[in-house]
């Protein structure tokens, strides 16, 4: 079956811990991007990544780092996690540009 | 401002009801225009992908793209009480960017039996 599995998918943690989310897609696809989703923000882009090591910032990428070391493997990395990270995050994946993404079921993550 | 804007919501409408949503956007660079669906509590789901301008038919969903007005809409025909979720349109262009998607807000919509 074709998905997109994030872990862990609820998370609290405190201020400065340094925490993974890891993202792993089974569909062979070249694109892979984070979002992060906000009541009234709407679902923002983190960051995405074009293909193995080639990664580039969305909207919001401040305080978050990514790496591609394998396709199917895309992991957000928050250094040093602050309150205002509290939020809903999703993984997704597509083929080509443009194309159909495929969604995690998110990772909802509490910084106290 | 924001590159897309939808409009708000929440919707609510009763079984049967047509119902229309839509987005306005600023970037004429966009030529890539999805809708998705979210149920609560779970990842976006993509309902309907077009691109450039033009109409897209899929059973009761209808995606229509105006380019030269900037302006999406999505059409579902005798809503049904399933139907009840956020919409969020979202829009990519092709350009070195080609990762980068940006999404509107979402509308709630509420289909009442």
């Known amino acids: 079956e074709a998905q997109v599995t994030q872990n862990p998918r609820y998370l609290i943690t405190v201020t400065g811990k340094k925490l993974t989310v890891t993202c792993s897609q089974n569909m062979n696809h070249e694109y892979m991007s984070w979002y992060r989703q906000d009541p009234g923000l709407g679902l923002r882009q983190i960051y995405y990544?074009?293909?193995?090591?080639?990664?580039d910032k969305g909207d919001v990428p401040e305080g978050y780092k990514v790496s591609r070391k394998e396709k199917r493997n895309f992991p957000l990395i928050l250094e040093s996690p602050s309150p205002n990270q509290t939020s809903l995050y999703f993984c997704a994946s597509r083929l080509e540009t443009g194309g159909k993404a495929f969604f995690g079921q998110g990772t909802r993550l509490t910084v106290v | 401002q924001k590159e897309v804007e939808q409009d708000p919501g929440p919707l609510s409408v009763p079984e049967g009801a047509i119902v229309s949503l839509n987005c306005t956007y600023s970037n004429s660079a966009f030529q890539y225009f999805m809708w998705y669906r979210q149920y609560s509590r779970k990842g976006p789901e993509l309902l309907m992908y077009t691109y450039s301008s033009g109409n897209k038919e899929d059973g009761r969903f209808t995606a229509q793209v105006d380019k030269s007005s900037k302006y999406i809409s999505l059409f579902i025909r005798d809503s049904q009480p399933s139907d009840s979720a956020t919409y969020l349109c979202a829009m990519s262009a092709y350009t070195s960017n080609a990762g980068k998607s940006t999404f509107g807000d979402g509308t709630t919509l509420t289909v009442k039996p």
């Open positions: 990544s074009m293909n193995v090591e080639v990664t």
